[in-house]
């Protein structure tokens, strides 16, 4: 008789390898998510104040180098040039994931997989049954499915609640699961007519990039005029510039060699991932989130069926679908949930997920081009992701002593040896080692 195997356990306690990975990149984008939340608030002040113009004036300056095809406003720099940085970050994070993460086996990854492909396919279909019954345009269908992780954790910041690790970790890896994605989003929906001599020369960019890594060439001054190169000829071949930074942060090796103190990937993160987070988004945000604020506008966000089926996507959408799709994938593996944690919880984590800000608003200027239009979506993806963060907050605050007991079970450390007790008592032991 087959010994019946052990039903793994949904939101249990993290390895300690992966949690000190985890608390390093939560708190890189906690703090830069409170600037990005204070970049927004710049932009909304600045643009509905008496010195909009020069908000305009700003956003819409053009600099650049014509010959080389890159005239650009202050805008597209910062959503072609800045965002790139971003998405390598993604790209480094996601690898990470793929190789030592929660995404390295089928059995791990199936949870937040599945529960972040729910997560994008719920609010795709009711953004089109929305604008379809409305009469409305089909193209914003992907503005609703991206998560907006540095926005997340800054509304946990605010409300100051101490959601357990475990929680957080599957945020992330939903976070970094959307990123991909969105980034595919792009690529494949989003090219214009493609110049496919810039578009080789990318490819050949990030092969040579490749057999940088492969054979274990260092130095920036290799890897910094590389990828600049590669993004110019990726913004020219009509494929959106972003493509070119996820692209590089997958090649970059995430595993280190004997004697190395740390693999490619966790130094070029540990050095852009805060120029990131702190400096590249929040500029982002600053020229993207600046929407007119009047009674007819926020009108048009209820009554116009594609800014309608934005905000229906995010706060029915991802609430629907990451929690559908968690519930779903726990019963098909025979998981359970940790029993210090309930589904409420669950419910709670995915109506935070449903704050879309940075990637929904990319993809709303790139899915309707007309400023009219994109005015009164970048409107419903600040309505949706503010009512998606002020549910998140009631929901999450109502457990909050729950979460706090938890946190200080799992932040004890009364031998001060920098290892958390929980991990070398009984069985919790082998957690230390990953086990």
């Known amino acids: 008789m087959t010994k019946a195997r052990p039903r793994k356990t949904v939101f249990g306690l993290l390895p300690w390898p992966e949690r000190q990975a985890i608390a390093e990149a939560l708190r890189t984008e906690t703090v830069g998510g409170l600037v990005l939340l204070a970049a927004a608030v710049v932009a909304l002040v600045w643009a509905n104040s008496p010195w909009s113009a020069a908000y305009e004036s700003v956003r819409d300056f053009r600099f650049g180098i014509p010959a080389l095809g890159l005239d650009l406003s202050v805008g597209h720099w910062t959503a072609d040039g800045l965002l790139a940085i971003f998405f390598l970050v993604a790209g480094i994070e996601l690898k990470r994931e793929l190789v030592v993460g929660e995404l390295r086996t089928p059995a791990t990854a199936a949870l937040p997989v599945i529960a972040a492909l729910c997560g994008m396919a719920v609010p795709a279909v009711l953004y089109t049954l929305t604008a379809a019954a409305g009469g409305g345009s089909l193209d914003g269908w992907a503005v609703p499915m991206a998560t907006d992780i540095a926005f997340a954790l800054a509304v946990l910041a605010v409300i100051s609640t101490h959601l357990p690790a475990a929680l957080r970790a599957f945020l992330l890896t939903l976070a970094v699961v959307d990123d991909l994605g969105a980034i595919l989003i792009i690529a494949i929906f989003f090219t214009s007519d493609l110049n496919f001599w810039a578009l080789g020369g990318a490819f050949a960019g990030l092969v040579l990039f490749y057999a940088l890594q492969r054979f274990r060439v260092r130095g920036w001054w290799w890897y910094v005029p590389l990828g600049v190169t590669i993004w110019a000829l990726m913004y020219n071949s009509g494929v959106h510039a972003t493509v070119a930074g996820v692209a590089m942060g997958l090649i970059l090796r995430t595993t280190r060699d004997k004697g190395e103190a740390a693999s490619p990937g966790a130094r070029v993160s540990h050095l852009v991932h805060p120029f990131s987070?702190?400096?590249?988004?929040?500029?982002?945000?600053?020229?993207?989130?600046?929407?007119?604020?009047?009674?007819?506008?926020?009108?048009?966000?209820?009554?116009?069926?594609?800014?309608?089926?934005?905000?229906?996507?995010?706060?029915?959408?991802?609430?629907?679908?990451?929690?559908?799709?968690?519930?779903?994938?726990?019963?098909?593996?025979?998981?359970?949930?940790?029993?210090?944690?309930?589904?409420?919880?669950?419910?709670?984590?995915?109506?935070?997920?449903?704050?879309?800000?940075?990637?929904?608003?990319?993809?709303?200027?790139?899915?309707?081009?007309?400023?009219?239009?994109?005015?009164?979506?970048?409107?419903?993806?600040?309505?949706?992701?503010?009512?998606?963060?002020?549910?998140?907050?009631?929901?999450?605050?109502?457990?909050?002593?729950?979460?706090?007991?938890?946190?200080?079970?799992?932040?004890?450390?009364?031998?001060?040896d920098g290892i958390p007790d929980i991990y070398q008592t009984g069985s919790r032991t082998s957690a230390v080692n990953g086990g």
């Not at 929040?282 to 009554?303: C, D, E, I, N, Q």
């Not at 959408?317 to 949930?337: N, P, S």
């Not at 419903?380 to 938890?406: C, D, F, P, W």
Request: charged share 20%; no cysteine.
């Open 277 to 416: 987070a702190g400096v590249a988004v929040p500029l982002f945000a600053l020229f993207a989130a600046g929407v007119t604020v009047s009674g007819p506008a926020l009108t048009r966000v209820f009554t116009d069926p594609e800014p309608l089926g934005v905000v229906i996507g995010l706060v029915v959408g991802k609430i629907l679908g990451i929690f559908l799709g968690t519930y779903l994938a726990a019963r098909f593996t025979r998981a359970v949930l940790n029993p210090d944690l309930a589904w409420a919880d669950v419910f709670g984590l995915a109506t935070l997920a449903g704050i879309g800000f940075t990637v929904a608003l990319l993809i709303g200027e790139l899915a309707f081009p007309d400023p009219a239009t994109a005015e009164y979506i970048k409107a419903a993806v600040l309505i949706g992701s503010v009512t998606a963060a002020a549910l998140a907050s009631v929901l999450l605050r109502r457990r909050n002593r729950v979460y706090k007991r938890l946190w200080e079970d799992e932040e004890r450390d009364d031998n001060a």
